[in-house]
């Protein structure tokens, strides 16, 4: 049983336009959520981070939004350039899971120029 | 502050054989996790290991998978009689304080069971 759902593989937007990328999760003890990006033979970094008490968490280009009675959150990137291509993943934590994250299974961002 | 080294960051093995691979987490970290990542799928929880101590070993394979997380030295993570199955990307993160913290990843080591 997925947790953490990313359901669009992947996606493509222009460049300069937005690009959201959502995610969904069914455990309401999640209470941490956080976004990664992934270049190919890299491993993961740390994008942006969003704490349950919060519905909005905004750092430059990057804003995450989450909506915990949908289970829902979204990252949005704006502009979008042809560096944001990338892997992302989408990932939650409840201190009660063993302190451990939980990730989606990502979806590929293809920003064209 | 060197970030979180994996090695290798490539290994071959053949089947039956073992495969040892290790995670120096970034200085100041007390806490590692590691994940796997097969191909064309998101990454999977394993372990996550404070040091001398097993936290939560949930998604560890019930056999021939083992890891530890001794007081000097980095963390391994072990795999004992490998088959192809167990060919994927194995990432390790290290984290400050475990707890609502994000948690930095190493590169990662591909293994490749032949």
């Known amino acids: 049983d997925q947790q953490v759902k990313q359901n669009s593989p992947s996606l493509s937007v222009q460049e300069g336009r937005i690009s959201i990328l959502n995610c969904d999760y069914t455990?309401?003890?999640?209470?941490?959520f956080l976004w990664y990006k992934k270049y190919p033979a890299e491993g993961p970094t740390f994008l942006i981070s969003?704490?349950?008490?919060?519905d909005k968490n905004e750092d430059g280009r990057f804003t995450v939004f989450l909506n915990k009675s949908a289970k829902h959150l979204s990252l949005h990137i704006v502009p979008s350039q042809p560096g944001d291509s990338a892997v992302y993943f989408c990932?939650?934590?409840?201190?009660?899971?063993?302190?451990?994250?939980?990730f989606g299974p990502g979806t590929r961002l293809s920003v064209l120029p | 502050n060197a970030g979180v080294m994996q090695n290798p960051r490539h290994l071959v093995r053949r089947r039956g054989q073992e495969a040892r691979l290790r995670c120096s987490p970034m200085?100041?970290?007390?806490?590692v996790y590691w994940y796997r990542q097969l191909p064309e799928e998101g990454l999977k929880f394993m372990v996550y290991?404070?040091?001398?101590?097993?936290?939560?070993e949930s998604g560890m394979p019930k056999e021939r998978f083992s890891a530890e997380f001794p007081k000097e030295g980095p963390s391994i993570l072990r795999i004992q009689q490998v088959v192809r199955g167990d060919s994927a990307a194995y990432f390790c993160?290290?984290?400050?304080?475990?707890?609502?913290?994000?948690?930095?990843f190493g590169q990662g080591t591909r293994l490749t069971v032949v």
């Open positions: 200085k100041g970290h007390s806490h």
């Open positions: 290991l404070q040091k001398e101590n097993i936290i939560d």
């Open positions: 969003i704490s349950s008490i919060k």
């Open positions: 455990n309401s003890m999640f209470d941490y």
């Open positions: 990932a939650a934590s409840d201190d009660n899971y063993g302190q451990n994250f939980v």
């Open positions: 993160a290290s984290s400050p304080y475990g707890i609502n913290t994000e948690a930095f």
